[in-house]
């Protein structure tokens, strides 16, 4: 059983930082993209930032310049740095992972969800 464990959120003051991290575990045979997603109240679930199984990143325009998406390979996780964070970051962070298992089945896993909130 493939499980995702997300930390490091909470509640930060305007341009402040938060890191979140995001442990991938179970019988894994890889990982192929690693990414972060975010859900607002009202909004739909949002793509922040990703990470190939080459380490390529893609940001969405609103984080770029601000937050960082970084992967340690050899403890199967996934970062997440957050720097001059606005109010509008606000938001239930989801660690997402598309895993291949020991049994050769790929499938796309969330994590529990980390709240980040940002004080104005």
């Known amino acids: 059983q493939v499980q995702l464990v997300e930390s490091g959120g909470g509640l930060v003051q305007a341009g402040g930082s938060l890191r979140l991290s995001c442990a991938v575990s179970?019988?894994?045979?890889?990982?192929?993209?690693m990414g972060w997603y975010r859900q607002a109240p009202g909004k739909q679930r949002e793509l922040v930032a990703a990470t190939t199984s080459g380490g390529t990143p893609n940001y969405a325009d609103s984080v770029k310049g601000r937050f960082t998406i970084s992967r340690d390979y050899a403890k199967n996780t996934v970062y997440l740095q957050m720097n001059s964070l606005k109010s509008e970051d606000t938001a239930v962070y989801y660690c997402n992972a598309e895993v291949s298992d020991c049994y050769f089945l790929t499938n796309t896993y969330w994590g529990q969800g980390t709240q980040v909130t940002v004080s104005s």
């Open positions: 179970g019988c894994i045979f890889s990982i192929k993209t």
